[in-house]
């Protein structure tokens, strides 16, 4: 598993343990990565800034994810990052 990955699976372990600026800051280290700009994305969805949130699901060519539950989202992304599939898992 490549480095990036590996620093966006914490950003979602973050996330999930309520540390949303962390989270947001390793996602923006990364931005132009699909993986992170989903992982940027669901996390302003979850902010409730839902412009922002479908901005980051265009640029991660995600825009179908917008309507999903966020934990179907994370589980998605986990397993998307541990196949090291560069975004195009599902």
Known sequence: ???ISNE???AIELAESGDWETAHRLAQEHEG???ADWIHALLHKIEG???NSRYWYDRAGKPEW???KPETE???I???L???CGGHCE
């Open 33 to 35: 990565e699909a993986m």
């Open 74 to 76: 994370w589980s998605e």
């Open 1 to 3: 598993m490549s480095d």
């Open 82 to 84: 541990v196949e090291d």
């Open 49 to 51: 800034d839902s412009s």
């Open 66 to 68: 917008f309507s999903r």
């Open 8 to 10: 966006l699976l914490h």
């Open 78 to 80: 986990r397993k998307c």
